[in-house]
T-cell receptor, first 114, second 111 residues
Framework: AQSVTQPDIHITVSEGASLELRCNYS??????LFWYVQSPGQGLQLLLK??????LVQGIKGFEAEFKRSQSSFNLRKPSVHWSDAAEYFC????????????FGQGTTLQVKP | DTAVSQTPKYLVTQMGNDKSIKCEQN?????MYWYKQDSKKFLKIMFS???????INETVPNRFSPKSPDKAHLNLHINSLELGDSAVYFC??????????FGEGSWLTVV
């Protein structure tokens, strides 16, 4: 069965520091992978996605993610974090059925120190 | 113009009541979903409709009944609300390229 693991439940970084959020997936074929962000009291916003092609994908708000098939990973990165990046981040994989449903990781809470 | 809109955003109700959450998308997508986010922020799919036809019905109590009057709308009706139903409910829709867009969420609190 497909699954997504986000090993870090909570991460704290200083403003201006670099950020990497980890995501590991379990999927038999080539996965469709997503990162979403949820700001406090808000909905889910798509940051970026990977379907195929270049394994380094760029997203909104200065985020990027790299797909590594050998490591079954899709880690999210940002070179310099802003205080407004404090939020919950979710990695997701599209399930194998044609329904398109997403299977989410448990999320990583990002706290940004001034 | 909100692409996927849900109403109400906040709902506080007593146990045993029946309530509905409405969802509309103006993206022209054929497929819509309801996801539930529990108190630990875990997101799990509940239902999916494709062009008014139910295609996913995960293990959800039958007190929850989705209804899709047309492909732009997917409403969620909940009967006999229980404390454990307190959660954030997200509506979403999917474009043919498999990207899913979520609404702002509906915060349901059962007291």
């Amino acid at each position: 069965a497909q699954s997504v693991t986000q090993p870090d439940i909570h991460i704290t970084v200083s403003e201006g520091a670099s950020l990497e959020l980890r995501c590991n997936y379990s999927y038999g074929a080539t996965p469709y992978l997503f990162w979403y962000v949820q700001s406090p009291g808000q909905g889910l916003q798509l940051l970026l996605k990977y379907f195929s092609g270049d394994t380094l994908v760029q997203g909104i708000k200065g985020f990027e993610a790299e797909f590594k098939r050998s490591q079954s990973s899709f880690n999210l990165r940002k070179p310099s974090v802003h205080w407004s990046d404090a939020a919950e981040y979710f990695c997701a994989v599209k399930g194998s059925s044609n329904t398109g449903k997403l299977i989410f990781g448990q999320g990583t809470t990002l706290q940004v120190k001034p | 113009d909100t692409a996927v809109s849900q109403t109400p955003k906040y709902l506080v109700t007593q146990m045993g009541n029946d309530k509905s959450i409405k969802c509309e998308q103006n993206l022209g997508h054929d497929t819509m979903y309801w996801y539930k986010q529990d108190s630990k922020k875990f997101l799990k799919i509940m239902f999916s409709y494709n062009n008014k036809e139910l295609i996913i019905n995960e293990t959800v109590p039958n007190r929850f009944s989705p209804k899709s009057p047309d492909k732009a709308h997917l409403n969620l009706h909940i009967n006999s609300l229980e404390l454990g139903d307190s959660a954030v409910y997200f509506c979403a829709s999917r474009e043919t390229a498999d990207t899913i867009y979520f609404g702002e969420g509906s915060w349901l609190t059962v007291v």
